[in-house]
């Protein structure tokens, strides 16, 4: 099979790594396995959802992000920010002090990209009334979903709504903005402040679209350790940038749990948690969900609050962004007469639709019908013999992940250290043939004799 992998941000350190099964076990894909004593990642299997991060005991797991000096390669700046960024710092922080340094840092322009919320509602709204495909219609909010959704429920990819999240639609706006000031393309750089490692991935690989209108992605916690910073230590007077912008109650709650399913009719489900998610989709693969017009899935734990890359504790960034909602829609705040992006709704409409998602099955097992079926055979007789109790110390997750490893060549039966037992103590194999085997897996270093007096 042709093998065509994914961009992925999520990046082990061998070095620090010391493959303690952790990312193994949580990993919604089943896309890690243990070799030699390090993780290691199934491109195709991978979905960026963070989860192996998150488990880490060592940090051995790292989100790569693009060089910061590259925003300098422009002429024109333009910083996307996320509203859940707001929600990192503490109530003592005003939102022009945050805007100053990200200006400061070097950016001409900053943009919170839940401002073209409203445009995507009423796009969505169009799209459910004139797409008369099976419900529900699932968001392609989080990149994480709509990949998890092409590798491991293919069937279902033809329910994602083809419309630009609001990523990048504010980049288009912003872009087209830019350019009828008279700039031209490639003086324009646009960079997104991401919450999590998915949507890093989204922006170099994307999907449904031929590239992305975003030049690179900075990490939240990298800029909020930057204006944190720059803001304990200047107390004087600094430039203020100018907030002209036309931020809502809802748009700040967009990227919160609910906050796309409360703006659509019909029975609307919001799912937050990948593994949470994992159990709904089943449930709609296996048709016992059928009466749901809409779902709003998110990868992570009270969605982008509880990103990998957030600094603060999702419930008291959740609690502070509503708060700043509540206050928004109180004081109504000096705004410009005329919303900017109002002036490019035609444009931004006659560009919101995406290409059709291709499924990316990773159950696939050939391309050739009946060589796919020789090899759910041998899945099933290999089963027959494993143990089953998914025990992780054959390098693989669960007993079903290493019978398909092996199915394919990728393993040997032999890892299972209950056959293992079984073949040494027939004298099929011999005790050191047995623990080659084992170091093969874990490496060679975990099985050294250490000295109980150095510790």
């Given at each position: 099979?042709?093998?065509?992998?994914?961009?992925?941000?999520?990046?082990?350190?061998?070095?620090?790594?010391?493959?303690?099964?952790?990312?193994?076990?949580?990993?919604?894909?089943?896309?890690?396995?243990?070799?030699?004593?390090?993780?290691?990642?199934?491109?195709?299997?991978?979905?960026?959802?963070?989860?192996?991060?998150?488990?880490?005991?060592?940090?051995?797991?790292?989100?790569?992000?693009?060089?910061?000096?590259?925003?300098?390669?422009?002429?024109?700046?333009?910083?996307?920010?996320?509203?859940?960024?707001?929600?990192?710092?503490?109530?003592?922080?005003?939102?022009?002090?945050?805007?100053?340094?990200?200006?400061?840092?070097?950016?001409?322009?900053?943009?919170?990209?839940?401002?073209?919320?409203?445009?995507?509602?009423?796009?969505?709204?169009?799209?459910?009334?004139?797409?008369?495909?099976?419900?529900?219609?699932?968001?392609?909010?989080?990149?994480?979903?709509?990949?998890?959704?092409?590798?491991?429920?293919?069937?279902?990819?033809?329910?994602?709504?083809?419309?630009?999240?609001?990523?990048?639609?504010?980049?288009?706006?912003?872009?087209?903005?830019?350019?009828?000031?008279?700039?031209?393309?490639?003086?324009?750089?646009?960079?997104?402040?991401?919450?999590?490692?998915?949507?890093?991935?989204?922006?170099?690989?994307?999907?449904?679209?031929?590239?992305?209108?975003?030049?690179?992605?900075?990490n939240m916690d990298f800029?909020y350790n930057k204006v944190?910073?720059?803001?304990?230590?200047?107390?004087?007077?600094?430039?203020?940038?100018?907030?002209?912008?036309?931020?809502?109650?809802?748009?700040i709650g967009w990227t919160?749990?609910?906050?796309?399913?409360?703006?659509?009719?019909?029975?609307?489900?919001?799912?937050?948690?990948?593994?949470?998610?994992?159990?709904?989709?089943?449930?709609?693969?296996?048709?016992?969900?059928?009466?749901?017009?809409?779902?709003?899935?998110?990868?992570?734990?009270?969605?982008?609050?509880?990103?990998?890359?957030?600094?603060?504790?999702?419930?008291?960034?959740?609690?502070?962004?509503?708060?700043?909602?509540?206050?928004?829609?109180?004081?109504?705040?000096?705004?410009?007469?005329?919303?900017?992006?109002?002036?490019?709704?035609?444009?931004?409409?006659?560009?919101?639709?995406?290409?059709?998602?291709?499924?990316?099955?990773?159950?696939?097992?050939?391309?050739?019908?009946?060589?796919?079926?020789?090899?759910?055979?041998?899945?099933?007789?290999?089963?027959?013999?494993?143990?089953?109790?998914?025990?992780?110390?054959?390098?693989?997750?669960?007993?079903?992940?290493?019978?398909?490893?092996?199915?394919?060549?990728?393993?040997?039966?032999?890892?299972?250290?209950?056959?293992?037992?079984?073949?040494?103590?027939?004298?099929?194999?011999?005790?050191?043939?047995?623990?080659?085997?084992?170091?093969?897996?874990?490496?060679?270093?975990?099985?050294?004799?250490?000295?109980?007096?150095?510790?």
């Open positions: 099979m042709e093998e065509v992998h994914f961009y992925h941000a999520l990046k082990v350190v061998d070095e620090v790594c010391i493959g303690c099964t952790h990312c193994m076990n949580v990993c919604p894909t089943a896309a890690i396995r243990v070799k030699n004593g390090k993780a290691r990642i199934n491109k195709n299997a991978c979905v960026d959802c963070g989860e192996c991060l998150k488990s880490c005991p060592v940090n051995a797991i790292i989100v790569e992000q693009d060089d910061f000096t590259q925003i300098f390669n422009y002429k024109q700046r333009v910083a996307l920010l996320p509203t859940v960024l707001l929600g990192q710092f503490p109530d003592d922080i005003s939102e022009k002090q945050i805007y100053s340094v990200i200006h400061e840092l070097g950016f001409t322009h900053i943009y919170e990209v839940d401002e073209t919320v409203d445009v995507l509602i009423g796009a969505t709204r169009e799209y459910m009334d004139h797409h008369h495909q099976e419900r529900p219609f699932i968001s392609s909010f989080c990149p994480a979903i709509v990949r998890l959704i092409q590798v491991k429920f293919p069937a279902l990819v033809d329910h994602i709504i083809r419309l630009k999240p609001v990523i990048d639609i504010s980049a288009l706006f912003y872009r087209k903005k830019l350019m009828n000031e008279g700039f031209k393309p490639d003086e324009i750089g646009v960079f997104y402040v991401t919450p999590c490692a998915a949507k890093i991935a989204a922006v170099k690989s994307p999907v449904g679209e031929e590239e992305s209108l975003i030049n690179g992605v900075i800029i944190l910073l720059s803001i304990k230590q200047n107390t004087s007077e600094r430039k203020k940038y100018v907030l002209d912008k036309h931020i809502s109650r809802r748009s919160l749990t609910n906050g796309e399913a409360s703006q659509y009719s019909g029975r609307c489900l919001a799912i937050d948690e990948i593994h949470n998610v994992i159990e709904v989709l089943e449930k709609l693969e296996n048709e016992e969900i059928t009466d749901v017009d809409f779902l709003e899935l998110r990868a992570c734990d009270h969605s982008c609050a509880g990103g990998v890359l957030a600094t603060e504790n999702r419930f008291l960034a959740i609690e502070r962004l509503r708060k700043r909602a509540a206050w928004y829609h109180r004081n109504k705040p000096v705004v410009l007469e005329e919303k900017e992006i109002e002036k490019y709704t035609s444009y931004l409409l006659d560009n919101m639709l995406i290409k059709d998602v291709e499924p990316r099955s990773i159950v696939s097992l050939d391309s050739d019908m009946m060589v796919a079926m020789q090899k759910m055979k041998k899945i099933n007789r290999i089963m027959k013999v494993l143990p089953g109790i998914d025990c992780g110390a054959c390098g693989a997750p669960r007993c079903q992940a290493l019978a398909e490893d092996v199915a394919q060549g990728k393993a040997k039966m032999t890892q299972c250290v209950f056959l293992q037992k079984m073949l040494t103590k027939e004298g099929l194999i011999s005790p050191q043939e047995s623990f080659d085997i084992s170091e093969n897996t874990w490496g060679k270093k975990r099985f050294e004799k250490k000295n109980l007096n150095d510790h």
